[in-house]
Nanobody, 120 residues
Framework: QLQASGGGLVQAGDSLRLSCATSGRTFSGYVLVWFRQAPEKERELVAGITWSGGSTFYAESVKGRFTISRDKAQNAVYLQMNSLKPEDTAVYYC???????????????WGQGTQVTVSS
């Protein structure tokens, strides 16, 4: 129901755009999010957007560099990542839930991850 794509290997300072395709149900009323998980670290919230109203929120570490958006016609959510840093290296997951939360357990749907590797 959620399928993430767009990861890759880039150099520091480069950009990437992640996509999360939704299918199988409507996500009206849901919050769509991107989390990431680096090796031996917990999954952390990166950004989120309300499907209906388009309100956004970001982790402090990515504010000003990452932009989350959604396209209702395409049933997709995007994460534009600019000025990438080595510390952004992680597996990125898209998720959906009924509440805005930093705890990944609060989200009901998850896509498979997509690897983002930023070399210095």
């Amino acid at each position: 129901q959620l399928q993430a794509s767009g990861g890759g290997l880039v150099q520091a300072g480069d950009s990437l755009r992640l996509s999360c395709a939704t299918s199988g149900r409507t996500f009206s009323g849901y919050v769509l999010v991107w989390f990431r998980q680096a090796p031996e670290k917990e999954r952390e919230l990166v950004a989120g957007i309300t499907w209906s109203g388009g309100s956004t929120f970001y982790a402090e570490s990515v504010k000003g560099r990452f932009t989350i958006s959604r396209d209702k016609a395409q049933n997709a959510v995007y994460l534009q990542m600019n000025s990438l840093k080595p510390e952004d290296t992680a597996v990125y997951y898209c998720g959906a839930g009924l509440v805005q939360a930093t705890n990944p357990r609060q989200y009901d749907y998850w896509g498979q991850g997509t690897q983002v590797t930023v070399s210095s």
